[in-house]
């Protein structure tokens, strides 16, 4: 049996001095984790967040506690119908019936836009009629939605020239208008229609880098475990029908956008009328929050043109000046150390950060915000709520997936420093780049304590979520759930096998972390 932690350890120390003056700096209520807020309401404990260093004085360190580190899921308001399509426990069937000229069309597009664009990222939707197949059997049928591919660097041709079909990345859109009047209430009506509540949907298949077929599902259990605002997902069977023709696509992953649908669920009506940016490494850099030179990397994406702001709008796109993010890159530009923590604190969800920031680093993700300045998403609440970060992309991780340089393989990531996550951006572009939103959090020693605190948790021996049995009994769970299912017509995705890549990274994993921030348990080196 591995040890616990000595109790000696939760007194006095450096590090239990760290924590306490961390859990001043925050707070004693946490916005997540143990959010004591009802379900949907984002707003009602904002107050209990901001802390002006000016107006307070600083707390004598023998008399505050460190904040404990406990794991709640941040609440979801949403009807039934919403969760019994978000769920693990059951293979969703949908398809997507299109006529050949639509579909001709998809394909045609995407490649008269690689003139354009060589990665083939046209945005036009395509005309098609969408099928759920509920658990008692009845059909839901939604007609004329929006259908394309989907992907940044993932493209693929979903039939090739000589006919042969191809697994795909693909997004559909329940309130695509096409080209009904602007005005009219036929063009109204459109815009509101939702399946299941949300507007659109992302259909993501496990490409031949996840022979397990639930590595993304799984980081965003995790995450939502930890009391991190992810998006939910459901495993998907998905047929096209093209031409009165079924092509069986086999498994997807469906994952739940992040728009203000997504919002309103976790903050409430009155906390999802805020900017919300989609952010990735662009064709204006990265989105690393460092000052932004380029005023174009701040933007509303226009497909037509080609027009890809690293720094993307997803909400507000004809009435948002940007002051919002401007400022908060300038304040993590400006500022530092405990006047960073604290003027932060007053206007972003710390903690939440911080869980997301453990937690990343954990499942191994090299194509992330502190590596990359990719592949995440950063809401600004005017309603006066926290802003946050919202991950999204996790098809890479738990020994797995894309390893991005020769010294940065699983290997390196597996035991890389959980103070210093590999710099890409310098490695391959302007070495000077940094990623202040983590680099400058956690030079804050009360930061970097509550961040070591929230990794020792996550990975205690009798309790932490960071855990290969559940891992395991997950992908068991799953495994005997989608081996129907996994035959396909494209012969592409049919298999899952766990090749021992997981168990060897969590116990790697584990083992590093617990070495570096000398937990007690700690394996001998």
Excluded at 82 to 95: A, C, E, K, L, Y
Excluded at 328 to 345: K, R, S, T, W, Y
């Amino acid at each position: 049996m591995r040890a616990r932690r000595r109790e000696s350890r939760n007194r006095g120390g450096p590090r239990m001095r760290g924590l306490a003056l961390a859990f001043a700096l925050l707070g004693a209520t946490s916005s997540c984790g143990d959010d004591p807020r009802p379900a949907g309401d984002a707003t009602s404990a904002s107050d209990t967040r901001v802390l002006d260093t000016a107006d307070v004085a600083a707390p004598d360190v023998a008399d505050v506690g460190p904040s404990p580190v406990t794991f709640t899921p941040v609440p979801i308001t949403a009807d039934a119908h919403f969760f019994d399509f978000f769920r693990h426990d059951r293979v969703q069937p949908i398809t997507v019936r299109m006529t050949q000229q639509a579909w001709d069309g998809l394909v045609a597009d995407m490649l008269d836009y690689a003139a354009i664009d060589g990665l083939m990222r046209s945005g036009r939707y395509h005309h098609a009629d969408f099928v759920f197949t509920a658990a008692d059997g009845t059909e839901e049928v939604i007609s004329d939605v929006g259908f394309r591919t989907r992907g940044n660097t993932t493209r693929v041709v979903p039939q090739d020239p000589a006919g042969a079909y191809h697994k795909a990345h693909f997004k559909l859109r329940f309130n695509t208008t096409f080209d009904l009047e602007p005005a009219s209430p036929a063009a109204a009506e459109r815009s509101d229609r939702r399946f299941r509540t949300v507007r659109a949907l992302n259909l993501k298949w496990n490409n031949d880098d996840d022979p397990s077929l639930i590595r993304e599902l799984y980081a965003y259990e995790l995450f939502r475990r930890a009391g991190v605002a992810a998006p939910l997902t459901a495993p998907v069977a998905l047929t096209l029908e093209i031409g009165g023709t079924p092509v069986y696509f086999g498994l997807y992953t469906a994952i739940e956008e992040v728009d203000k649908g997504f919002l309103a669920k976790r903050r409430g009506s009155a906390g999802n009328d805020g900017d919300l940016y989609k952010c990735l490494w662009q064709g204006y850099g990265p989105a690393t929050l460092e000052p932004v030179t380029d005023p174009r990397a701040i933007g509303v994406k226009d497909w037509t043109r080609n027009y890809r702001p690293a720094y993307d709008l997803q909400t507000n796109e004809e009435t948002s000046d940007h002051a919002a993010l401007r400022a908060f890159i300038a304040l993590l530009h400006d500022e530092e150390g405990p006047p960073l923590a604290a003027d932060l604190a007053a206007t972003f969800d710390v903690e939440r950060f911080l869980r997301w920031l453990a937690m990343n680093v954990l499942i191994g993700m090299p194509d992330d915000y502190w590596a990359m300045g990719n592949n995440y998403y950063l809401y600004f609440d005017r309603a006066g709520g926290l802003a946050e970060l919202v991950p999204y992309d996790y098809d890479h991780g738990f020994g797995g997936g894309w390893e991005p340089t020769p010294e940065w393989t699983y290997e390196g990531i597996a035991t890389a420093d959980v103070h210093r996550w590999k710099n890409l951006n310098a490695a391959w572009g302007d070495p000077h780049t940094t990623h202040p939103l983590a680099d400058r959090v956690l030079a804050v020693p009360a930061l970097r304590a509550r961040y070591d605190a929230i990794l020792a948790a996550l990975v205690a021996p009798d309790d932490g979520l960071f855990d290969y049995a559940d891992y395991a009994a997950t992908y068991a769970a799953q495994a005997t759930l989608y081996a129907p299912f996994l035959a396909n017509d494209t012969g592409e995705g049919d298999l899952m096998e766990d090749d021992g890549q997981a168990a060897w990274y969590f116990a790697t994993k584990r083992a590093s972390v617990a070495e570096q921030l000398d937990l007690e348990w700690a394996p001998p080196p």
